[in-house]
T-cell receptor, first 113, second 108 residues
Framework: NAGVMQNPRHLVRRRGQEARLRCSPM?????VYWYRQLPEEGLKFMVYLQKENIIDESGMPKERFSAEFPKEGPSILRIQQVVRGDSAAYFC???????????FGSGTRLTVV | TQLLEQSPQFLSIQEGENLTVYCNSSSVFSSLQWYRQEPGEGPVLLVT?????EVKKLKRLTFQFGDARKDSSLHITAAQPGDTGLYLCAGDAGKSTFGDGTTLTVKP
């Protein structure tokens, strides 16, 4: 029973390139959340999705960032035209419903050079 | 915006000591979760508390949810080096708000 799978674990991008981060939730989990974490800080909410729907994207920057959770396949967090300030660890979590705690993936560490 | 404040921010103790870390808010939460995160990994859910005044035990860890459901504490008895990590509290599953965590170091 695989947990939440995120890939890649590490991603290096040059300024101006696009970053695509993938997340496959746990089997049976239909709720997906993306969080961002800077070193020695807590987790900051970005977006909450269910299959084919964005439920809440209030934590996501209006420009350059987008997220999707298609009917088939993993959830994708896409960052266009990356800047150095986008360097962080991005975590995906899933749950079977809103009242449950999360299962987190191991994260994608994005470095923008 | 619901804010969670965790204290202390950093805690370094010797193996065998007891400790308590706190999670406080001015907001009422329907539930509160505690997670532990190790370097380079994602947080792992330890417990969910739902009822005001609830106490849950997980081996040497004791979690308490305040009567007013605005605060929580985590008490560790006889800490071990394996308890080292970042302890995070989060309020309300479903777009959870996370505190900034307590970094615990247990020295052998």
């Amino acid at each position: 029973n695989a947990g939440v799978m995120q890939n890649p674990r590490h991603l290096v991008r040059r300024r101006g390139q696009e970053a695509r981060l993938r997340c496959s939730p746990m089997k049976g989990h239909s709720h997906v959340y993306w969080y961002r974490q800077l070193p020695e800080e807590g987790l900051k909410f970005m977006v909450y999705l269910q299959k084919e729907n964005i439920i809440d994207e209030s934590g996501m920057p209006k420009e350059r960032f987008s997220a999707e959770f298609p009917k088939e396949g993993p959830s994708i967090l896409r960052i266009q035209q990356v800047v150095r300030g986008d360097s962080a660890a991005y975590f995906c979590a899933s749950s079977p419903g809103q009242i449950y705690g999360y299962t987190f993936g191991s994260g994608t560490r994005l470095t923008v050079v | 915006t619901q804010l969670l404040e965790q204290s202390p921010q950093f805690l370094s103790i010797q193996e065998g000591e007891n400790l308590t870390v706190y999670c406080n808010s001015s907001s009422v939460f329907s539930s509160l979760q505690w997670y532990r995160q190790e370097p380079g990994e994602g947080p792992v859910l330890l417990v969910t508390v739902v009822t005001g005044g609830e106490v849950k035990k997980l081996k040497r860890l004791t979690f308490q949810f305040g009567d007013a459901r605005k605060d929580s504490s985590l008490h560790i008895t006889a800490a071990q080096p394996g308890d080292t990590g970042l302890y995070l509290c989060a309020g309300d599953a479903g777009k959870s708000t996370f505190g900034d965590g307590t970094t615990l170091t247990v020295k052998p």
